[in-house]
């Protein structure tokens, strides 16, 4: 039986995944030392078994990542996976201005030094086509459109699906199919980490259906926010707007709360929007089941 171990904030999701794949939920204890040092056992026998380390903050806890790793692999682990449900570290993936650091590639190649596989949900894909090539260990890509196409159908009565930028409509296109749902696409200039215009095509064609906006991230929420206001204009009624990574950074999740209706995401991080999980999908990767085809580019989450 595999066994699963939360770091910390990733406990709620390794419970629902265990549940989801009938797995052995373990212990990973970890506490400072006085100087605040980083302290790390084993709680559970890893001998002969497959490790999950399952964890969407590894900017936060690489160094407990790497020494659980570490111990497991001491400790007579057959695999050591690492489970991010959300990866971060993918936006800085080339140099936009000089001396900056292109920290997708460093924190890939520390990752890759610490596990044997790497696990995750629809990662920000941008200028490489896939995690490989970024990754020097062999990656899972799970998506989550099937999902919320799902969720979409269920929940939506007469739905319009709406994805942010021309680089989305593949994705949407599939949200839609799975919603039995029309979709359109907008035009997206950014001009900062906060700074969006959006270009509403018209839409008047779908007067009377409930515009659903669709992001990969909702990090600063300007994509949603702006979009939610020139939905207004055409005199649509509040979108509701699913997400597959909820970040919400500052006052985000507050300023879409005050000009969208319903805002639901998947469980990859943990906030109050979540919605719809991830947990079997991810369960279903590692008992061994085919990846699912296809490239992950999704569009540039805001």
Not at 72 to 92: C, F, W
Not at 95 to 101: H, I, L, S, T
Not at 102 to 122: E, G, H, I, K, Q
Request: glycine share 6%.
């Amino acid at each position: 039986m595999r066994l699963l171990l939360p770091l910390p904030g990733n406990e709620a999701f390794a419970t629902r995944l265990a549940a989801a794949g009938c797995f052995e939920l373990g212990v990973l204890e970890f506490r400072r030392f006085p100087d605040a040092e980083r302290y790390v056992r084993i709680a559970s026998d890893p001998k002969g078994r497959p490790v999950d380390l399952i964890c969407s903050n590894a900017d936060e806890h690489f160094l407990t990542l790497a020494f659980a790793a570490d111990a497991l692999r001491d400790l007579g682990a057959t695999e050591v996976t690492l489970v991010a449900p959300y990866l971060g570290y993918m936006r800085q993936d080339t140099r936009f201005r000089p001396g900056e650091a292109v920290t997708s590639r460093s924190f890939a190649r520390l990752v890759s030094s610490t596990v044997d596989r790497l696990v995750t949900v629809d990662p920000h894909l941008h200028r490489f086509g896939r995690l490989e090539d970024l990754y020097a260990i062999p990656c899972q890509t799970l998506r989550a459109a099937p999902l919320i196409g799902d969720w979409i159908s269920r929940e939506v009565t007469a739905p319009l699906i709406i994805g942010p930028d021309a680089e989305s409509e593949q994705w949407a296109a599939e949200i839609a199919a799975n919603a039995g749902a029309p979709y359109a696409v907008l035009a997206k200039r950014r001009y900062g980490d906060r700074e969006v215009e959006i270009i509403m095509p018209d839409l008047t064609a779908h007067a009377g259906r409930q515009p659903v906006l669709i992001d990969d991230i909702a990090a600063s929420g300007r994509t949603l926010i702006a979009a939610s206001d020139e939905l207004r204009k055409q005199a649509f009624s509040p979108p509701t707007c699913v997400v597959v990574h909820a970040i919400f950074a500052g006052e985000a999740f507050s300023q879409l709360q005050a000009t969208a209706g319903r805002i639901v995401s998947t469980d990859t991080l943990s906030h109050a929007s979540n919605a719809i999980t991830v947990a079997p999908l991810i369960a279903e990767a590692l008992t061994g089941a085919p990846e699912q085809p296809g490239r992950s580019r999704l569009p540039g989450g805001g």
